[in-house]
Nanobody
Framework: QVQLVESGGGLVHTGGSLRLSCADSGRTFSSYAMAWFRQAPGKEREFVAPITWSGGSTYDADSAKGRFTISRDKAKNTVYLQMNILKAEDKAIYYC????????????????????WGQGTPVTVSS
């Protein structure tokens, strides 16, 4: 069973960096496509970045383009989101999500395309 646990969130100043981690305690998501979403207070959940099971296909949503990078370490059953040059508007709860086979080689911008979700990790950016 897939059990996703995010970590790495916290308080950072504008322009700073954070690296979020999403670990699968069930050790089963090596063949899954993964993605990061975020949700700010009063707003809908927003797609941030995806990665397929092979790690060979990524796409940066406009909000993250040039600043965020998604990666995965299959040996550690972990997906990362490196966030640089953070802005106040990046403040949100960040969630990782898993998309099981046979869809592991593709990704979706919609939360509906993902079956498993972590509990989220908060990111706050202060000026």
């Amino acid at each position: 069973q897939v059990q996703l646990v995010e970590s790495g969130g916290g308080l950072v100043h504008t322009g700073g960096s954070l690296r979020l981690s999403c670990a699968d305690s069930g050790r089963t998501f090596s063949s899954y496509a993964m993605a990061w979403f975020r949700q700010a207070p009063g707003k809908e959940r927003e797609f941030v970045a995806p990665i397929t099971w092979s790690g060979g296909s990524t796409y940066d949503a406009d909000s993250a383009k040039g600043r965020f990078t998604i990666s995965r370490d299959k040996a550690k059953n972990t997906v990362y989101l490196q966030m640089n040059i953070l802005k106040a508007e990046d403040k949100a709860i960040y969630y990782c999500a898993a998309r099981p086979p046979p869809y592991g080689s593709s990704w979706s911008r919609s939360p509906i395309g993902y079956v498993y979700w972590g509990q989220g990790t908060p990111v706050t950016v202060s000026s």
